[in-house]
């Protein structure tokens, strides 16, 4: 088989036992790999697992496409959870001859799972307990080999912990790291040599050379001020430009822009090393003497969302999170939560702290609930209020609220491919199915998402048929994408959600944004807009497919009826 390897590897933690099953290729034609994959290794299997997915396209050779999906039922929010990753991962998946890996059950005792071409150990993991998350990383490392671990956090029960891979970046996104603690699992390392079969090297090539040329013609990719230049952190100049930053009242937004924070700042004075995915020629991560710089999270996190803090604090919070394992926006949302709660403003003296807390599994003064959420995860840096689809798109998503998740931003905000208004809500459902839509397919067949501010289905559709040999067309991938939207939505509402949890914070709706400048968002506009979305999926006028049936009580005490 071409592209996919049509295997995956079931382990049973709890019995330490595995086996390879086949995977049709009809099904890895309706899922794609990746993102869809896992979910509908989450739909098939009697109870939740935890999902490692390589995508068809990560095989190494095209720009932007070597992302693997890391997948679970989130602790964190209680429904589905695609985490993009990063590093070897894919890449090391298709080498063992595989296409996914699939956990079940919980070891009896903390395991480290060693995955190779057609063997499985289970390895004691005592020796990685207590450990800060660089030496378990380095205990693990070995050439060319993934690793996936836990960090402190997770391990103490925190669902602020995320996973840490080789490279020493986080995946992004909390819940997944309780996700694998909660198993008792807390590495996974994946080796491989096998060769990944093309249908097609010379169409591939050619496919190359189209991603490298539209990517570099993309100036929010590869420009003067794009991501390739300055890091993900170019992002929050533009969104700070725009007043999209979220920042707990006008005062703070002030207060916090007071120091330049933004990338560029970070830049002056030194020489930022580069990390990135394997063959990104626009690596969105920045290093400085071998140390991680902030991320966008981060460098929004700990400055305007929390009212205050400085670049000598994110760099130091950022620090603390990668040590601990924690993830750096969830932190910062709760690190804000809590500052709100008790009326403190000198988060430079309290937030190492309260990470430290964090880290030890203790919870805040706020409640998980409170605060800027959707379905229990904290909204990302940008202010919803700032971009009307984007607001719609973090409502309605399954996961939480993930801008890559919908691209619907990039033309808001990059105002690419085509610009629309964003303090509109005029044809906003369609471009948020469709951004949906799109980033699914991006996801599913491994690449970036950020990778559609340059690519479109008609390149990705014919980078697809290069490597497995199946003519498939722009429209098809669309298609695709919209059903594995809905395959993920059955799972949401299974898990008990509904529109009810389609919504977003009582704040959004109530009191102006970023430097007071944006105005609350308009509920009945919003409500109908939903309403007008759901009817474009075809869905009920409460957010579930057809024949969508709740089995158990959601995180947020609802259930679908
Ligand atoms: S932009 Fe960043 S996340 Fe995307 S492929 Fe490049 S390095 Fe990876």
């Known amino acids: ?70 997948a679970a039922v989130s602790p964190l929010t209680g429904t589905v959870r695609h985490a993009p990753a990063g590093g070897r991962l894919a890449a090391a998946l298709l080498r063992a001859g595989l296409d996914a890996v699939c956990l079940t059950g919980r070891a009896d005792a903390p395991v480290t799972l060693h995955i190779g071409e057609g063997s499985v150990e289970f390895a004691d993991a005592a020796p990685l307990q207590g450990l800060e998350t660089s030496h378990r990383l380095n205990a693990l490392r070995a050439p060319r080999r993934a690793v996936v671990c836990v960090g402190p956090a997770a391990e103490a029960g925190s669902p602020l912990g995320c996973l840490l891979q080789e490279h020493g970046r986080p995946v992004p996104g909390g819940g997944l790291g309780l996700a694998m603690a909660g198993r008792n699992l807390l590495a996974v390392t994946v080796d491989g040599r096998q060769p990944t079969a093309v249908h097609d090297p010379e169409s591939l090539r050619r496919m190359r050379r189209v991603f490298l040329r539209l990517i570099h013609a993309s100036p929010a990719l590869a420009g003067a001020s794009g991501i390739g230049r300055h890091g993900d952190g170019a992002f929050f100049d533009l969104f700070a430009a725009r007043h999209l930053l979220l920042s707990p009242s006008p005062c703070a937004s002030h207060a916090a ?3 330049p924070l933004g990338a560029l700042a970070y830049a002056a004075g030194i020489v930022p090393g580069h990390v990135g995915c394997t063959a990104c020629p626009v690596p969105c991560g920045r290093t400085v003497h071998g140390q991680p710089l902030p991320d966008l999270a981060a460098m929004a996190g700990f400055s305007v969302r929390i009212g205050g803090g400085s670049r000598a604090l994110a760099v130091r919070a950022f620090h603390r999170c990668l040590v601990l394992g924690l993830d750096a926006g969830e932190a910062a949302a709760a690190v804000a939560d809590h500052l709100d709660a008790v009326g403190l403003s000198c988060p430079e003296d309290v937030v190492p702290e309260l990470l430290e807390g964090l880290g030890r599994g203790e919870g805040l003064v706020s409640s998980p609930e409170a605060g800027m959420r959707v379905k229990g995860m904290a909204l990302p840096c940008m202010d919803p209020r700032g971009a009307w689809g984007l607001a719609l798109a973090l409502a309605v998503g399954v996961q939480g609220p993930l801008p890559d998740a919908c691209v619907v931003w990039h033309q808001e905000i990059l105002r690419k491919p085509v610009p629309v208004d964003r303090f509109s809500w005029s044809g906003k459902a369609r471009l948020v199915a469709r951004g949906e839509d799109a980033a699914a397919v991006a996801q599913s067949l491994g690449v970036c998402s950020l990778a559609l501010a340059a690519l479109g289905m008609e390149e990705l559709a014919q980078a697809l048929a290069a490597v497995t040999g199946w003519n498939v067309s722009a429209g098809d991938l669309a298609a695709a994408g ?41 509920r009945r506009a919003f409500l109908e807009e939903r309403a007008k979305y759901y009817r474009i999926r075809g869905w009920s006028a409460s957010g579930c497919p057809a024949g969508a049936i709740a089995n158990r009580p959601n995180k947020q005490g609802g259930r679908h009826a």
């Open 482 to 522: 919209a059903a594995l939207v809905e395959q993920d939505r059955r799972l949401h509402c299974a898990a008990g959600f509904d529109a009810a949890q389609d919504d977003l914070p009582p704040q959004c709706f109530e009191a102006p944004a970023g430097d007071g400048s944006i105005p609350p968002l308009d």
């Open 1 to 70: 088989m071409t592209g996919w390897r049509g295997r995956v590897l079931h382990v049973d933690l709890q019995r330490r036992r595995w086996r390879v099953e086949s995977v049709d290729r009809a099904i890895l034609r309706a899922v794609l790999g990746g993102r869809g994959l896992a979910g509908w290794l989450l739909a098939s299997a009697p109870e939740p697992p935890l999902v490692f997915v390589a995508g068809p396209l990560t095989a190494g050779v095209l720009p932007m496409a070597g992302r693997a999906v890391i």
């Open 257 to 259: 822009a007071a120091e």
